[in-house]
């Protein structure tokens, strides 16, 4: 079912976007994936976009179709029950190519919702 506070859940997503811009910068893709903690620790951060996705439920799915919203749902499920096929040289490319229309909608969307 979705979510009642759809602000909270773009939110959650534009929270956890700047979470991950936190965690790797300034860094190469060499960096990054010699590192550890900052792959837990974006991937815990799009867990939590992937579950704000899940919460908001279809309601942009056909309106941002960039944005992929039922793959991005479906990923969220890969990143919590099969964590250990991750490739952290496929979250380098997600979160550099995938997140700046993800960003844009929840911007755009909360933009709608505060007027």
Request: net charge negative.
């Amino acid at each position: 079912m979705p979510s009642e506070q759809p602000a909270a859940r773009l939110n959650d997503i534009i929270e956890n976007i700047e979470r991950i811009r936190f965690h790797v910068l300034n860094m190469e893709m060499a960096n990054f994936l010699s590192n550890p903690t900052a792959i837990d620790a974006t991937e815990r951060c799009l867990q939590r976009i992937t579950e704000a996705a899940r919460k908001l439920g279809g309601r942009f799915d056909d309106v941002y179709p960039e944005t992929d919203l039922p793959e991005l749902r479906k990923f969220g499920s890969v990143l919590r029950h099969d964590y250990g096929g991750i490739r952290p040289d496929l979250i380098w490319l997600f979160i550099h190519e995938r997140l700046p229309a993800l960003e844009k909608m929840a911007i755009t969307e909360l933009a709608k919702l505060e007027c």
